[in-house]
């Protein structure tokens, strides 16, 4: 079975682009979650999807940043305009368990550098 | 793909030795935890898990020990190998969503 995908594996971009990164999670896994890790710190939780559905975007950390997940399988997060502290490993997660977010199964993530 | 902090704090051990990784949480609330293990390159991976009914549980070479009293988590590692170089992170359900915590970088040296 394929684990949880990401694409890009790197993203190089200059302040002021637009960025879209996707990930694709394991096949009937409802549960999708974006996760970032900026150089040095901890893993910080962005949001949360059940299906379709934004069940938590509490993380996200500005408007810059707007994710989807149409037809509840793929998801993308898309980054407009980048700034420099948006640098880091974007991390996307699945899991199947409805409710709680128990084992969950981590893309490699995205490399995103912002110059 | 994602190559690891430069400023972890770093635990060396022997290999053949057992290791121990700590972790502080934040919740008293929290009821989950997980232990991840995130190898240069790759994206974290599930170690093994314990709910807050429960002190300790051991998987293959792994034990988690889970002191809520002083919202303590360890992982214990029995004789460690080189294939278990890499960094480790606890992460806390605080009921909405994870919170990973810092990372420990674990080195084997040989």
């Known amino acids: 079975e394929a684990g949880v995908t990401q694409f890009p594996s790197h993203s190089v971009i200059e302040k002021g682009q637009t960025v879209t990164l996707r990930c694709d999670p394991i096949?009937?896994?409802?549960?999708l979650y974006w996760y970032r890790r900026v150089m040095g710190k901890e893993i910080k939780f962005l949001l949360h999807?059940?299906?379709?559905?934004?069940?938590?975007e509490s993380g996200m950390p500005n408007n810059r940043f707007l994710a989807e997940r149409t037809g509840g399988t793929y998801s993308t997060l898309k980054v407009q305009p980048a700034e420099l502290e948006d640098s880091g490993v974007y991390f996307c997660a699945s899991s199947q368990e409805l409710g709680r977010a128990y084992e969950q199964y981590f893309g490699p993530g995205t490399r995103l550098t912002v110059t | 793909g994602e190559s690891v902090g430069l400023h972890l704090p770093t635990l060396s051990v022997q290999e053949g030795d057992n290791s121990i990784i700590n972790c502080a949480y934040s919740n008293s609330a929290s009821d989950y935890f997980i232990w991840y293990k995130q190898e240069s390159g790759k994206g974290p991976q599930f170690i093994i898990d314990?709910?807050?009914?429960?002190d300790k549980r051991q998987g293959q070479r792994v034990t988690v020990l889970l002191n809520k009293t002083v919202k303590h988590l360890s992982l214990q590692i029995a004789a460690t190998q080189p294939g278990d170089s890499a960094v480790y992170f606890c992460a806390e359900n605080n009921g909405q969503n994870f919170v990973f915590g810092p990372g420990t970088r674990l080195s084997v040296l040989p």
């Open positions: 314990i709910r807050s009914n429960m």
């Open positions: 096949s009937g896994h409802d549960n």
């Open positions: 999807f059940v299906k379709e559905s934004k069940q938590d």
